[in-house]
């Protein structure tokens, strides 16, 4: 019964090649965000959506691109990644517009970058 | 500035113990409080949250307590078993903003 699902959960690609994550979630929840984590760091936010409004961080680079087709999923595009974006990208939602709601995580995607 | 930060970044405990884990933040304004575990290669696991409103909330062997005069927030794990080594991370959200912010993260590691 996972709420939050993330696929696939390892991937690799090469240098400069676009890569896509996917996240759904079973939970109906209005706001869906995108963190980044890199090893024994605290998961940073790159952007989130509430319902359909696209909502980016200030230091997050334009390389990272995001789509909400509609409620239960979201997509996370790299388009040209380099060494450093290699991380473990955790998908997480809430259903408060107020955001004083929980923040349900799904596994991650651990992204390595050949 | 604003900051949410975590005394020691790594905790060791026996097995059996209760374990404390603690956290600081500056940031007066914020009125809800949540503490994560996340296990090696997983996603932060929502264990228990508290708002400005209360001192304590107690759930399932774990106790959150907030201080808000000294702006400290602690989680105690009681009878500490094997399965709660992970990191722990607390996250305070102010009220009108649209994120989380997250503390450094404590590594709680269990002795048998």
């Known amino acids: 019964d996972a709420m939050v699902i993330q696929n696939p959960r390892y991937q690799v690609t090469q240098f400069g090649k676009p890569v896509t994550l996917s996240c759904s979630q079973t939970l109906n929840h209005n706001v869906m965000y995108w963190y980044q984590q890199k090893s024994s760091q605290a998961p940073k936010l790159l952007f989130h959506?509430?319902?359909?409004?696209?909502?980016n961080e200030a230091d997050t680079p334009d390389n990272f691109q995001s789509r909400r087709p509609n409620t239960s999923f979201c997509f996370l595009d790299i388009r040209s990644p380099g060494l450093g974006d290699a991380a473990m990208y955790l998908c997480?939602?809430?259903?408060?517009?107020?955001?004083?709601?929980?923040?349900?995580f799904g596994p991650g995607t651990r992204l390595t970058v050949l | 500035g604003e900051n949410v930060g975590l005394h020691l970044p790594t905790l060791s405990v026996q097995e059996g113990d209760n374990s404390i884990i603690n956290c600081a933040y500056s940031?007066?304004?914020?009125?809800?409080f949540i503490w994560y575990k996340q296990e090696s290669g997983k996603g932060p696991q929502f264990i228990i949250d508290?708002?400005?409103?209360?001192d304590k909330r107690q759930g399932q062997r774990v106790t959150v307590l907030l201080n808000k005069t000294v702006k400290h927030l602690s989680l105690q794990i009681a009878a500490t078993q094997p399965g709660d080594s992970a990191v722990y991370f607390c996250?305070?959200?102010?009220?009108?903003?649209?994120?989380?912010?997250f503390g450094q993260g404590t590594r709680l590691t269990i002795n048998p």
């Open positions: 508290i708002r400005s409103n209360m």
């Open positions: 940031n007066s304004a914020s009125d809800y």
């Open positions: 959506y509430y319902d359909k409004d696209f909502n």
């Open positions: 997480a939602t809430s259903s408060d517009r107020a955001f004083t709601d929980t923040q349900y």
């Open positions: 996250a305070e959200l102010k009220q009108g903003a649209q994120k989380l912010v």
